[in-house]
């Protein structure tokens, strides 16, 4: 982190991969260290600053993955290899890695939200053995929108992954999540609290669970869990999207009297189901 929390520092583009047509993964040459669940302010000079959350890292580099919804994302959009963005940061809080270790790990990610647990999975991915059992549950809109396809199969090789879409272009949407189409999408369709019903956790006591997504997705699926018996302690979520000025000076961030980029953006279920977003 710089020594000035104001002070942004430069870093340079060292690849861009396109994941959909208004998404891309920027790998970009930084030497900092964060904490998995951690965000990053990026900024363009003349054009503005955003807060984006870190959706891997390793020695030399921390990768964001970005979608063109906005001004300075767009102009972001405009950049490439070798090109220059200007960061501060880490901030917030993360997951604690550590006490998942040796536990039943499942993450259910929606959308955007598998951005911020990249991390993690590459994590127990390249220390394979350090947990008991691990699912990974991901709900898109449309097969369109998937993020990270190429290491969502890498990691189907060795954990249990789910994909599922809220709807394929081509079909009707109420179809069930157990119906599979075997033309242009062989998966399943329907929402992803759809897939919480039908996991197999072998033991409650060993089992954690991190959520991040819309508010409204973290919500109910976060009550499916709580309706298979996970304890609520057992359960973690991300409020990534209220992020802001990251060092909690503005306010925009803040639910009541809590400033989620200070305590969060990570939270544990038992503070989170009383911060209504």
């Known amino acids: 982190m710089a020594e000035n929390n104001y002070l942004p520092f430069k870093a340079r583009i060292l690849e861009k991969l396109k994941q959909t047509e208004i998404d891309w993964t920027y790998r970009l040459e930084c030497q900092i260290k964060p904490v ?9 000079p003349g054009v503005g600053e955003c807060p984006l959350s870190i959706s891997d890292f390793g020695d030399g580099y921390i990768e964001m993955t970005i979608r063109k919804v906005g001004k300075v994302t767009e102009g ?15 901030y917030g809080q993360g997951f604690p890695v550590g006490d998942f270790h040796n536990k039943h790990l499942i993450i ?10 990249k991390s993690v999975i590459n994590y127990f991915y390249a220390k394979q053995g350090l947990l008991k059992e691990f699912d990974i549950l991901s709900g898109f809109k449309t097969p369109s929108d998937i993020l990270f ?4 199969d890498k990691w189907a090789q060795v954990f249990r992954v789910e994909v599922t879409v809220d709807k394929v272009e081509a079909y009707e949407t109420n179809i069930t999540v157990h119906q599979r189409q075997t033309n242009s999408w062989p998966n399943k369709i ?4 759809n897939l919480v019903p039908d996991l197999q956790i072998p033991s409650l006591a060993d089992t954690r669970v991190i959520i991040v997504g819309p508010p409204i997705m973290m919500k109910f699926t976060a009550q499916e869990f709580l ?9 973690w979520v991300s ?3 209220k992020m802001s000025c990251g060092l909690g000076k503005c306010g ?11 305590e969060g953006p990570v939270f544990n279920f038992i503070k989170a189901q009383n911060l209504l977003d």
Not at 149 to 152: I, M, Q, W
Not at 227 to 234: I, V
Not at 254 to 261: F, R
Request: charged share 25%; with cysteine; aromatic share 8%.
């Open 36 to 44: 998995s669940g951690q965000f990053m302010e990026v900024s363009i």
């Open 76 to 90: 972001i959009d405009q950049l490439d290899v070798g090109d220059y963005l200007y960061l501060r940061g880490p």
């Open 108 to 117: 259910a990610a929606g959308g955007t939200g598998l951005a911020p647990v």
């Open 149 to 152: 396809k190429s290491d969502l």
């Open 190 to 193: 329907g929402l992803i609290t």
């Open 227 to 235: 309706h298979r018996g996970l304890a609520k302690e057992n359960i």
């Open 239 to 241: 409020f990534e999207r």
């Open 252 to 262: 925009h961030c803040k639910i009541d009297e809590t400033y989620v980029c200070l």
